[in-house]
């Protein structure tokens, strides 16, 4: 085995590649999360290519099996099972190395549990005064709908506009 063909010879690499495939449905990311990068080809092809392969082809199957029937065993939408979801999230992307989906997946746990407040930032890109009345009437009725502002009248009868 030389070191060009290394990739493609290592059957943990190739294994890893079908298993991300039948995870991800995704060629390139399986691809490039095995290492089996191969400059002669692009990515789909040349996982069209790996796929021909019966050992790889036939490991990726029994990947997509079990995933499917992992998925079957669906837990049901609680708070709990969501929390626990990201968690699985959060450990699974440190043991990878990936930062930014476990930073992510902790935030959303956080969020879920109450433990953060969400700060919402609402930005027009045109001045008020230049917008039709429909058009601010209904861009104000959409943020009072998804509670981002509030809507008061004071005691001079002029309405007023609150938020975050």
Do not use: C, H
């Not at 709990?80 to 990878?96: G, L, S």
Request: charged letters at 30%.
């Amino acid at each position: 085995m030389n070191a060009l063909t290394a990739p493609y010879d290592d059957e943990t690499r190739l294994f890893q590649f079908a298993r991300e495939y039948a995870r991800t449905g995704s060629l390139t990311i399986a691809i490039q999360r095995s290492g089996v990068q191969n400059p002669a080809y692009r990515m789909g092809v040349w996982g069209e290519i790996l796929l021909t392969r019966p050992d790889v082809f036939a490991r990726f199957e029994e990947e997509k099996a079990a995933f499917e029937k992992e998925r079957g065993n669906i837990k049901p939408y609680t708070r709990e099972a969501i929390t626990e979801d990201f968690q699985e999230i959060y450990e699974q992307a440190m043991r990878e190395g990936e930062f930014t989906p476990a930073v992510s997946a902790k935030k959303a746990q956080a969020e879920l549990l109450g433990l953060m407040e969400k700060n919402v930032n609402v930005t027009f890109t045109t001045k008020v005064t230049e917008m039709p009345m429909e058009a601010l009437e209904l861009e104000l009725k959409r943020l009072m709908d998804d509670g981002v502002v509030t809507l008061t009248r004071g005691e001079d009868g002029v309405y007023g506009v609150g938020g975050d």
